[in-house]
């Protein structure tokens, strides 16, 4: 089982910036993939981005291509969300996850069920 802990929201005016970081602790040499995930108030939980672990390629959802950028640190099992060019419409609860490695391994992975563990989540308020 992998454990995650997310940091770094807060509140930032349009245009600012924000770092989230995820934490990864427990198994984490099962990880394949990590992905970054929102969810909006009356709305579902949407992917942002994610990195295979192994080889660092990376995914993005066309609303935050040019401004998000995810990377980590493999030493410190650590992923990260650079977040710039911040808009009112990036404001949600931003979830971290982890997908362990499986029999048939894929990549990207866009969806919820492709992840098996997940943080509690952290808060991100872009003010217009």
């Known amino acids: 089982q992998v454990q995650l802990v997310e940091s770094g929201g807060g509140l930032v005016q349009a245009g600012g910036s924000l770092r989230l970081s995820c934490a990864a602790s427990g198994r984490t040499s099962s990880i394949f993939a990590m992905g970054w995930f929102r969810q909006a108030p009356g709305k579902e939980r949407e992917f942002v981005a994610a990195i295979r672990w192994s080889i660092g390629s990376t995914d993005y959802v066309d609303s935050v291509k040019g401004r998000f950028t995810i990377s980590r640190d493999d030493a410190k099992n650590t992923v990260y969300l650079q977040m710039d060019s911040l808009e009112p419409d990036d404001t949600a609860v931003y979830y971290c996850?982890?997908?362990?490695?499986?029999?048939?391994?894929?990549?990207?992975?866009?969806?919820?069920?492709?992840?098996?563990?997940w943080g509690q989540g952290t808060q991100v308020t872009v003010s217009s």
């Open positions: 996850s982890a997908r362990r490695t499986r029999g048939t391994d894929y990549f990207p992975a866009r969806f919820t069920y492709d992840y098996d563990s």
